[in-house]
Structures are given as structure tokens and as C-alpha cells.
């Protein structure tokens, strides 16, 4: 080992202590449970029952779409929304201040909290409800569109967009204004439109941040525990509090079926590790 | 014998505690021994883990009862509110890893709670024998005493207080009484949208789910069935069949059903249903008075009775302050404290105490609350009272709903 | 540049609206008695939950201060654990510095979910369950990927050479760092302090599972009254979270804005 590795070593030694024993050495466990080891339960031999058993369940198939779907549906359009506010920021030349407050609310405030801020607005007698019960648009909240609960996550997904959009302003934001200068004005003394010198140049240079940004609010609301068992309907249940349920079997031999589940979820967020590590790698040899 | 040894292995509450212990649950304490259990846990804390829904409960809990504690026997209460889903998975948990000195001393418990923290040995006792008011003022015999959900308590919770299932209705919209599951329908066809019921396994929705079973099978008919899912799910189908034909007439169309009691509670005051269920017979009345139900809003049960059951306080295996817990227990079971909760500005827990068995002043205590507007007479109450379904029971219907309703 | 473009305003405007007036409603709520349908404001006002609040059995204080050391102690360790840790990732090379930036990374996308439950089993055997120090380590874990990532960013942009110059001129590395780095990465251990700081605040199922119930924070708090629905109580318990989270980053960035104007220094970036 040369020098510099044994002084990163050391650099990185409790870092490497302190999510090796508490990052791993808890992840291990559960896997392990989930193959059927489970010997305080009385359970030795590994076996793929559990597995087999909950993916071929009346439940697991719906759930997993239905995490995948808001994930996506609301990484995407807090990608999108996201972009388009960094690029109103930009245009409108009021960044620096603007961006501060952004970055501070959504940021600051919970999943829990946002989830309550969803439940006092989109619910059937929520401020939105009532905006539109004064309009006379619906008669009683009877007729308001289940916007919270439902069975495709709307209220879910509007919790996510409302935390994601600020942070992706911000991250791209930041990035248009390192990138944006010089490259954009060549462009434009080029004789390109402001169209053009967005598409063209701003963009693909922003392509990176955009796709590694995505990755990231996808794995994390992949994930994420507080929204769904807050604001999620009854069928399906999102991934997360699918596991946590059956986390709660009073039947300590049923244990393994949860962690068959949380071991699922964990897979796919190891994979959105190597993914996002992957498109990170690539932003870098952009620049 | 397994239990004996883990208890035995530990040094305090000391000697005391051993000897506690070995005597038989059926012979009393001395006043010397219940006196050193006093001394031994005065100055103490104990901590106490239940259900945390309803603020008014909890705020007793660390008013009056705290209070209480502290004045009388010197012990400080400490008090978490936590599902009891998750207080028996925290106690599995540590049985598994072999943790004795637990941080929970005594949980608010009951039915197949019971039943499966009895399955798995989470619980110390017994112990209720032990204790002066539970001896004085308890019929340990009673049904509702010595079997908690058809499965013998033997000891190991002791009474706390008594809930039944009660609906309410905003009488000024939903004008026509409802005296069972057909009036249900009608009611729900009349106003679409706007009834719904906690999805099981709330403790709630699902003795609501039991409260339909047996209004249209019958409780007879269902209770002597072996614990077993496709018998259950023969015998139960009608009930099912209802639910099913409700569920397009219910709020979110019955594909969504709010999580908990409490979230149906919240509806109801909101207006956006028309239709609230408690186990708490005099919740509405007491919410009337408060201002956030509406003046319209009626209780009543249904022709053929709702569910009603005894809830419980029991102890640990691993609790730390054994003699606290059981300090504290006993208080729960004095005819002031009980008096005090039955009052529906506080909370309106029905008393699980033998009026034969106390003193004519003790009694008054209890004939001085006046229950209020609006609210169901407790003899009514009492006759339209069935009593719950055996505790294995309770998981099996819970998964039958969600299979057959739900999905 | 500068257009001036009023759509382009306008629309900025709507935005900065939808995002913040959902604080507004949570304000309205904290002091609502009685908001029944369908009514745009509250029929009935009451101060009775802010009074609950302050009230000394409620015992909210003891819950605000607990939260604010447990997030404050998870901030303060996990940046004296990530800076040599970004130090290193940010201007050494090494074998295996591509799997040490994944596991280091892992923690952001693999969710509490998947490792409460067999930390929980961990801490047990260990003895440290249902305490403090026990969810003070266990929020290390989604704490510490936040906490390198900024600060390797801010290693990167710092470079060695400062440090290594005055190493040079016969500074000890202590020295080195404390008069000449530190003060320049100052700004950035404060953001990421700030950053840490929330999201040990905001832990709920972490704190849940490590804390069985004993340790109770503002997120513990404030979780069943959203659950069930009780909304002027978890409106009231909400706006204390973000104002406890809004003065912590005010006192850093004041904090460090002084320590930086305090020390001199010549070359700046």
C-alpha cells in the first residue's frame, strides 16, 4: 500500500467504521432472516419460501407498481417543473435571493409535514375543495375528485412534487450558473435564438444533473416510509408500508416475510446506487 | 416453569418481588406484603404504553392519574402512546434478543392482543390476586373479567375499563334512524359519498366488520366455529356479500377506507361524513359539548346490539418496575379513579367495577355522572350489549375483509 | 440578459405561491377551534393548542430540547467523521475509492425501512436500545452521505495547495489546518451542518424503532396527530419544527460568519 492509500485509509477509517457496522452490519441480518435463517425464531434452513411466497401474494405485484409508478411520476415531473423554475430564475435575474427562500422551506420541512400540508389542501375538505365549492364547481365534498387516497397515489405524488421541485431548482440552478456564462453568450454571438441556445447547449450540458438528480428522488421516495403510510389508499399499499405491516405479525416465524419484503426494496435501491454512481461519473467528464 | 426462572434471576425489585411471586395468585397479599410493595416503589418511575388517539385519554392519564400517582403512593408516571401492533412487535422483539429490564411497565391491552401476547409469553403474572382493589371491588368471576374475547385472562390483565362499539349521526342530514344493516344501505345509497368505516385491522373498523357479522349471521351461530379461515369465510359470506354491495355507496367509492377511528372522528366534524363510529359510548355527547360536533349529532347502536368488550392493563414479562406497575394498576382500579373516567367530559369509559360489591357512597360516586345530550341511556347500553367474538377469530376476518371487500 | 420578461415573472411568481401557501394554511390551522365544511376560513379561532403547547404538562419543551440535542449531537459527530472521510475522497487516490464512494452514497437511496428493524435487533443485543446515544448512532447512518458529499465538494474546490504551502514554511498539520483550512471551508461545514441538522430533525422511523417509544422528538410528536388527523395540534407541533429547524441554520451561518470575519485571511476564492 502506498503512502496516499494508507493515509486515505486512516481519513476514512470511522467514516468506514461507522457504516460498516451500522449500514451493514444491520442490512446483513435481514437478508439472512429473509433466506429463512432465523435461529431465535427456531428457523435454520435457508429456503426461498418467503420469497416465493410473497411475490406470488395477491398483494406484492400491485404494490410495486404502484411505488414504482408515483416514484417515477413524481421524480419526472419535479425534474421537469424543477428545471423550468431554475430557468425562470435564471431569465428573471431575481436567482440569488429567490433561491435562498427556495432552498429553505421545502427543504426544512418533512415528509410528515408535507404530508399534512397535502392532506389540509387536496382533501375532499380541503382548501382546494373549498376554493371550488365557493366557484360553485361541486356541491359537497362528496363530489370533489379524490385527490389524497386514491388509488393512484395522486396525494403522494403532490407531497413528493412539492419537496422535489425547489430541490431541483436549486441543483440546476446552481449548475446553469456555472455552465451558462460564456457558453451561452458565444452561442448567442453566433447568431442562435435564445430557444436554440437553450436547447442546444444549456441543455444537454444539463443532461447529467437532470438524469442523476432523477435517480436520486426516485430511490429516495422508492423508499420513503412517512408519505405513503400517510397519505396512501387502503389497496395497494406502497412497498414500504407493505413491509412495515407484515413487520407487525405477532407471529415472530412470520418475521421472514417482511424481510423478504424489505430486502426487495433494498435490492432495487442498491441498483439506483449503481445507477446514479454511473450517470454522477459521466456529469464529471462532461465538465 | 420458564417464566419463573427469568424472574427469579432478577435482584430488584429484590426479595420482595420473589416472594411476591411464588405465593399462589389465588391467596391474597397480607397488608404487610401489599404495604411493602407501597414502600418498595414509592419515589419510583413507571412507564405506561398504550393506545394514544384520543387527547382526552391521554390527557387524564397525565393529569388526574399523574397526579394522582404522585400524591398518594409517590411514584411519577410516565406515559407513551404507541398502537399496540407495535408495543407487543417492541416486546417480541426484545424476548427474542433476551432483553430483561424492558422500558415498558404496563400496557393498555386487550382480545386477540391478549391472546397473542399470552402465545408468545410476553406477559408476567399473574398478578391481579395481589391486588386490594381488584380483590375488593371486582367480580373475578364475571364473563367480562375472567375472559377477555372468549380466552381466559387467568390472572395476567387486570380490568381497566369498558368500551362498546357506538354509532353517531348528524341527525340534522341524515334524517332517517338506522337500526341495522338495512337501514345502512339505505342510508348510504341516499347520501353517496359521505359514510365510510376504518378499514380493519383498526381495532374500530374491525369490530365494526364483527358488528355487521353478527348483525346479519347472528353471533350464535358464529361464535362456536372452530378458528378456522375457510369455515370462517363459509359462515361470514353474507356479511361479506353487504359490505361488498355498501362499498360503491361508501366514501372514496370503498376503494379507500381511513386508517383509524381517529381519522373517522376528524371526518365526521369536518362534515365530510355523515355517519361516525366509537368505542367510546360517550365520545359524541362529550364532543357536542365542546363544540366540535354539531348540535344534530345523535348516538345510538344498532337493534341487535353492537359489540361491547372489557379492556385491560397487564404487565411485561421484562418490566422493569413490577411493583410500580402493579401500584399503578391498582389505583386504575379505585372507585374514585374509576368514577372519574366514566364522566363524559373526561372520557366516558364505562366502570368495570361490581356495584355489589361497594359501599353505597362509593356507588353515588358513579349515579352523580350525568352522561348528556344526545348521548345512549346506559341501560340501553347494557341490554343491546353483545359480547365480542373469540380472539383467534379476529386476525382471520380482518384478512377475510381485506380479501373479499377490499380488494 | 435581463429581459425583464413579465411572463417569465409572472409564472415565477405562481411557483414561489404554490410552494408557500401551504405554509400559510398550517399557520391558520395552529389556531383553529372549529373549521367545518364549508368555510374558507375557521368558524371558530382558539389559542388552546398553543396554550397546550406551552403548557409545563405537556412536557413539549423537554421534547424540543431533546430533539435539538439529539440533531445538534448527530451534527456535530457527523462532521467530525466526514471531514477526514471527504478529505480523502476529495484529493487522494486509492484502490477501491469507486466502492467506498458507493457505500458512502447507499444510505441516501437505501431507505430507514431497510435497516431499522435489524438495527433495532443489533442495538438490543448490545444494550443500547431505547436510549439516546442509541438513535444518536442510528441517525449517523442517513446523516453521514450528506455530510461527506458537501464537504468533498468543498475539498475539491479548496485543493491542497494552501495547506501544503504552509506545511512548507514549517506549520504542524495541526496548525495547517486549523489557521488555514478550516477557516476557508468554514461557509461550507455550515451548510452542511445545517443540512445535517434537519435530517436527524426530520428521522421519524429511525427514532421510532431505536427509540421504542422513550425518546420522543419533534417527529415522534408530531407523527400520530397527522396519522389521525388532528390537525391544529400537528399544525401547531409543525411550525415549532420549522422554526427550531430555521434557528438552528440562522445561529450556524451567523456563528460562522463571524468566526470567518474574525480570522484574517489573505487569499480568498
Not at chain 1, 419526472?76 to 435564471?90: K, Q, S, W
Not at chain 2, 402512546?81 to 427474542?96: A, Q, V
Not at chain 2, 401500584?327 to 374514585?336: F, G, H, R, S
Not at chain 3, 475539498?155 to 494552501?162: D, N, Q, Y
Request: net charge neutral.
Amino acid at each position: 500500500m502506498n503512502r496516499d492509500s494508507l493515509r486515505a485509509f486512516l481519513l476514512l477509517a470511522p467514516a468506514l467504521l461507522t457504516l460498516g457496522v451500522l449500514f451493514l452490519g444491520s442490512l446483513v441480518p435481514a437478508l439472512l432472516q429473509s433466506f429463512g435463517y432465523f435461529p431465535a425464531a427456531g428457523l435454520g434452513e435457508p429456503t426461498l419460501r418467503f420469497y416465493r411466497e410473497i411475490i406470488a401474494g395477491p398483494e406484492f405485484v400491485p404494490s410495486l407498481l404502484f411505488s414504482l409508478r408515483v416514484s417515477f411520476v413524481s421524480s419526472a415531473l419535479a425534474v421537469f417543473l424543477g428545471t423550468i423554475l431554475a430557468l425562470l430564475l435564471d431569465e428573471t435575474g431575481k436567482g440569488e435571493r429567490i433561491e435562498a427562500l427556495l432552498s429553505s422551506i421545502p427543504i426544512i420541512v418533512p415528509h410528515t409535514v408535507a404530508a399534512l400540508l397535502v392532506l389540509n389542501l387536496l382533501s375532499r375538505t380541503g382548501i382546494l375543495a373549498r376554493v371550488l365549492f365557493s366557484l360553485g364547481w361541486i356541491a359537497s365534498p362528496a363530489e370533489m375528485t379524490a385527490l389524497v387516497f386514491d388509488r393512484r397515489g395522486t396525494g403522494i405524488i403532490a407531497a413528493y412534487l412539492w419537496k422535489g421541485t425547489p430541490f431541483v431548482a436549486v441543483v440546476v440552478y446552481v449548475v446553469l450558473r456555472n455552465i451558462d456564462g460564456r457558453l451561452r453568450e458565444t452561442a448567442l454571438i453566433l447568431g442562435a435564438s435564445r430557444m436554440q441556445a437553450l436547447r442546444h447547449v444549456a441543455l444537454p450540458l444539463l443532461m447529467p444533473t437532470l438524469s442523476s438528480t432523477f435517480v436520486l428522488l426516485f430511490g429516495f421516495s422508492f423508499g420513503a416510509f412517512e408519505a405513503p403510510f400517510l397519505l396512501g389508499p387502503t389497496f395497494p399499499r406502497a412497498l414500504p408500508t407493505a413491509a412495515y405491516s407484515a413487520y407487525l405479525n405477532p407471529d415472530i416465524a412470520s418475521r421472514p416475510y417482511s424481510m423478504a419484503l424489505i430486502a426487495i426494496i433494498t435490492a432495487i435501491a442498491v441498483a439506483l446506487v449503481y445507477l446514479y454512481s454511473f450517470l454522477s461519473a459521466r456529469k464529471e467528464e462532461r465538465i | 416453569m420458564n417464566r419463573f426462572k427469568e424472574i427469579g434471576g432478577r435482584v430488584i425489585p429484590g426479595i420482595l418481588l420473589l416472594s411476591l411471586l411464588l405465593l399462589s395468585p389465588v391467596q391474597p397479599l397480607s397488608a404487610n406484603e401489599w404495604e411493602s410493595v407501597l414502600n418498595s416503589s414509592r419515589g419510583t418511575r413507571v412507564t405506561f404504553y398504550g393506545w394514544g388517539g384520543d387527547p382526552r385519554v391521554n390527557s387524564w392519564l397525565d393529569t388526574f392519574v399523574a397526579l394522582r400517582l404522585k400524591e398518594r403512593y409517590g411514584l411519577s408516571l410516565e406515559r407513551v402512546g404507541m398502537d399496540i401492533g407495535e408495543i407487543l412487535n417492541k416486546l417480541l422483539s426484545e424476548k427474542t434478543a433476551g432483553k430483561s429490564d424492558g422500558v415498558i411497565d404496563v400496557v393498555w391491552i386487550n382480545g386477540e392482543n391478549f391472546f397473542a401476547a399470552r402465545q408468545n409469553g410476553l406477559l408476567f403474572g399473574p398478578f391481579t390476586g395481589s391486588l386490594p382493589n381488584f380483590r375488593d371491588f371486582v367480580d373475578a368471576e364475571a364473563g367480562d373479567v375472567a375472559f377477555d374475547f372468549g380466552f381466559p385472562t387467568e390472572g395476567f390483565e387486570a380490568p381497566y375499563g369498558k368500551a362498546q362499539l357506538v354509532f353517531f349521526r348528524d341527525a340534522a342530514r341524515l334524517e332517517r334512524p338506522i337500526g341495522g344493516h338495512a337501514d345502512l344501505l339505505k342510508a348510504a345509497k341516499l347520501h353517496p359519498g359521505e359514510i365510510t368505516y376504518p378499514a380493519p385491522p383498526d381495532f374500530t373498523g374491525s369490530a365494526f366488520v364483527r358488528t355487521i357479522i353478527c348483525d346479519i349471521v347472528g353471533r350464535e351461530k358464529i361464535a362456536s366455529l372452530p378458528a378456522d379461515k375457510d369455515v370462517l369465510r363459509v359462515a361470514v359470506a353474507p356479511a361479506m356479500e353487504f359490505l361488498s354491495e355498501i362499498k360503491p355507496y361508501l366514501w372514496m367509492n370503498g376503494e379507500s377506507y381511513p386508517a383509524s377511528g381517529s381519522q373517522i372522528k376528524n371526518m365526521f366534524e369536518d362534515g365530510e361524513i355523515l355517519l361516525g363510529m366509537s368505542y367510546t359510548p360517550f365520545l359524541a355527547p362529550g364532543k357536542v359539548k365542546t363544540g366540535e360536533f354539531p348540535e344534530s349529532t345523535e348516538s345510538f347502536v344498532f337493534e341487535k346490539g353492537t359489540l361491547g368488550n372489557t379492556h385491560f392493563l397487564a404487565i411485561p414479562f421484562n418490566a422493569s418496575n413490577k411493583n410500580g406497575a402493579m401500584v399503578l394498576i391498582n389505583a386504575l382500579l379505585d372507585p374514585e379513579a374509576q368514577a372519574s373516567k366514566y364522566d363524559p367530559a373526561v372520557w366516558g369509559d364505562l366502570p368495570v367495577l361490581d356495584p355489589a360489591r361497594l359501599p353505597p357512597e362509593r356507588n353515588a360516586l358513579f349515579e352523580s355522572i350525568v352522561v348528556g345530550k344526545g348521548s345512549i341511556p346506559l341501560r340501553t347500553l347494557l341490554e343491546k350489549r353483545v359480547p365480542e367474538l373469540p380472539a383467534t377469530f379476529i386476525p382471520i376476518l380482518d384478512e377475510i375483509w381485506r380479501e373479499t371487500v377490499l380488494r | 440578459m435581463k429581459r425583464g420578461c413579465s411572463l417569465a415573472s409572472a409564472t415565477l411568481f405562481l411557483f414561489l405561491l404554490a410552494l408557500l401557501l401551504p405554509a400559510a394554511v398550517l399557520a391558520v390551522w395552529s389556531f383553529t377551534l372549529r373549521w367545518p365544511w364549508p368555510g374558507l376560513l375557521p368558524r371558530a379561532f382558539s389559542t388552546d393548542q398553543w396554550s397546550a403547547f406551552f403548557s409545563l404538562s405537556g412536557g413539549a419543551f423537554e421534547i424540543v430540547g431533546r430533539s435539538a440535542l439529539l440533531a445538534g449531537g448527530v451534527t456535530v459527530l457527523s462532521l467530525l467523521i466526514s471531514l477526514p472521510a471527504a478529505k480523502a475522497l476529495a484529493l487522494l487516490s486509492f484502490p477501491g475509492k469507486r466502492i467506498v464512494e458507493m457505500l458512502v452514497l447507499a444510505p441516501v437511496l437505501v431507505p430507514p425501512i431497510s435497516y431499522a428493524p435489524g438495527m433495532h435487533a443489533l442495538f438490543l443485543r448490545i444494550g443500547i436500545a431505547d436510549s439516546f446515544t442509541g438513535v444518536l448512532l442510528s441517525h449517523l447512518v442517513p446523516c453521514l452521505p450528506y455530510g461527506i458529499r458537501i464537504l468533498t465538494n468543498v475539498f475539491r474546490a479548496l485543493g491542497e495547495t494552501l495547506e501544503i504551502q504552509a506545511r512548507v514554511l514549517g506549520a504542524s498539520p495541526f496548525r495547517a489546518f486549523f489557521h488555514i483550512t478550516l477557516p476557508l471551508i468554514a461557509p461550507g461545514i455550515a451548510s452542511a451542518g445545517g443540512l445535517l441538522f434537519i435530517v436527524s430533525l426530520s428521522q421519524y422511523l429511525l427514532t421510532f424503532f431505536l427509540g421504542g417509544g422513550k425518546i420522543v422528538t419533534l417527529s415522534l410528536a408530531l407523527f400520530p396527530l397527522v396519522k389521525s388527523g388532528e390537525r391544529p395540534a400537528a399544525a401547531v407541533w409543525s411550525i415549532v419544527f420549522i422554526l427550531v429547524s430555521l434557528s438552528f441554520c440562522l445561529v450556524l451561518e451567523k456563528g460562522v460568519k463571524r468566526y470567518s470575519s474574525s480570522t484574517e485571511t489573505f487569499f480568498l476564492s
